[in-house]
């Protein structure tokens, strides 16, 4: 299928937040905002679990991987910061909240981005080889 690569992670994502938002919880604006706020760490999580699938997958993959690995750590860290300070800011009721928002979904964005196409250079080459060995 087409796209796949992108439907899936974003239809995985959709489903843990409608859980979180949904489940055992009264629907309020704030609780809302909150899970929002909460939304760029699970896309970084998923990203990261990805760079780990790709390190894992084949030795080849492991020093590429490892910094990869590495590097996913270290936003993640960042990450959560962004998140826990939208939260204080929405809190106390000013706009910067919206700042750290925009700005994690695009870091987190990013990492996603940055995972999928790891993965996806990986199977292209490994298709590419098939193809040059069986033409042999």
Not at 23 to 40: H, S
Not at 74 to 90: C, E, M, P
Request: glycine letters at 4%; charged letters at 15%.
């Amino acid at each position: 299928m087409e796209h796949l690569q992108i439907i899936l992670p974003t239809v995985l994502l959709l489903i843990g937040f409608l859980l979180k938002l949904l489940i055992g919880r009264k629907y309020d604006l704030p609780a809302t905002i909150q899970a929002i706020c909460e939304l760029p760490v699970d896309i970084v999580l998923l990203s990261l679990s990805f760079v780990v699938a790709f390190t894992i997958a084949k030795v080849d993959n492991q020093t590429t991987g490892l910094f990869y690995c590495f590097i996913g750590f270290a936003v993640t860290i960042l990450n959560v910061l962004l998140w826990r300070v939208s939260i204080d800011q929405f809190l106390k009721g000013t706009k910067l909240w919206i700042l750290f928002l925009v700005f994690n979904l695009i870091l987190s964005g990013f990492a996603i981005n940055k995972s999928v196409n790891l993965i996806m250079e990986t199977e292209v080459i490994t298709n590419n080889s098939e193809i040059n060995s069986n033409q042999k």
